[in-house]
């Protein structure tokens, strides 16, 4: 943990906001009664990484690649089997009773489904009020003030305060988790695929209300996305996920010019682009076959086995993710691309 120190010798606010550390999450999948051992799915397997307040991190990849489970983990919403959760210079991991119930406060989620994520027995107002009413914030006309406050934030109109969730559109119910997600003044919001199951139109709407929102507020996010282009609009850095490990994370610029990665390179071949002709041919189905299990992944790099390039050390040796030439430009691969070109620029 990096700290800085001011003029009179105490610690002040540390360098990162966010420092996760070799963090494990694995999954006890043997439900068998006769044979006990251990069989785990490793989910989120040494992930680290590191993120500035006010900045930005797209975490992207496949279905099943523990994007999700990440965020789960980094927010405690699930336990970590190992490693550790650095929050504002404090170890969110190990935070118990009143000190997690205050830390918590900071670290807010907007969920992927933004009509199973609302209670659809309550309405509007209630929905938005209850993070002040479980943290005894305030009450009364105070309360009400703040609740129609995040709801002019967000762009829902006072007058529906007093209806139920199921009588408003999926971007409107969206529009309610992220103010309910706003009400404690978090430093850190988890976008769990916040868009995902949006219309397209829609999701530009709520894409570019989160980037209002973190420049008003000087917000933290976690964004985890499927598509490419939708962590090229909003990040500030990006961290390109497969079977439970990072393979890839540097600025977006960087990433989507110059990826290194031979996965990378196939998450960008696989984005639609209006004019066909302006595809290379031959590199354009890059990503064939399907992801491994990730209770038995592959003994080498996790990549190996649908890796167009990959040779028998591959196979063999799992690949750090570090830097190759001394940038912040991270890459898990033996064998990483000289001349990686993105198609989104």
């Known amino acids: 943990m990096t700290e800085n120190v001011n003029t009179i ?19 006890n999948v043997n439900k068998s009664l006769i044979h006990r051992k251990p ?65 918590r406060a900071n670290i807010q989620m907007i969920f ?15 929905i938005i009020a209850e993070p002040f009413r479980t943290h005894h914030i305030c009450s009364g006309p105070q309360l009400r003030e703040e609740v129609f406050t995040l709801m002019d934030e967000v762009g829902l109109p006072r007058s529906s305060a007093f209806r139920y969730p199921h009588e408003f559109s999926g971007g409107q119910r969206q529009r309610m988790g992220i103010a309910r997600a706003l009400a404690l003044k978090p430093k850190l919001i988890i976008c769990d695929e916040p868009v995902s199951a949006l219309d397209v139109s829609i999701q530009a709407q709520i894409l570019n209300l989160l980037a209002e929102l973190q420049k008003k507020f000087n917000l933290t996010y976690i964004f985890i996305a499927h598509g490419m282009p939708t962590v090229k609009h909003i990040s500030t850095n990006v961290a390109v996920m497969y079977l439970g490990r990072i393979m890839e994370l540097a600025p977006k610029k960087e990433l989507f010019a110059h990826p290194m990665h031979p996965y990378t390179e196939g998450l960008l071949q696989a984005v639609p682009i209006p004019d066909p002709t302006l595809r290379d041919k031959e590199n354009a189905a890059i990503l064939s076959g399907d992801v491994p299990s990730p209770v038995n992944p592959p003994a080498g790099c996790r990549f190996c086995t649908r ?12 690949p750090e993710l570090i830097s190759r030439d001394g940038s912040d430009h991270l890459v898990a691969c033996h064998y990483p691309l000289e001349n990686g070109m993105g198609i989104l620029r």
């Open 9 to 27: 010798g105490q610690a002040a606010e540390p360098e990162y906001l966010l420092e996760v550390n070799h963090l494990c999450k694995f999954f």
């Open 39 to 103: 069989v785990y799915l490793r989910a989120v397997d040494d992930v680290s990484f590191r993120i500035k307040a006010g900045e930005t991190l797209g975490v992207v990849g496949e279905s099943g690649c523990g994007k999700s489970t990440l965020g789960n983990t980094i927010i405690r919403l699930l336990d970590a089997t190992s490693g550790q959760v650095l929050f504002n210079g404090k170890d969110f991991t190990n935070l118990k009773g009143t000190e997690l119930r205050e830390e």
């Open 112 to 126: 992927q489904d933004p009509f199973s994520s609302l209670n659809p027995r309550m309405k509007v107002f209630d």
């Open 307 to 318: 890796c167009p390039y990959a040779r028998e050390r591959c196979h063999q040796e799992a």
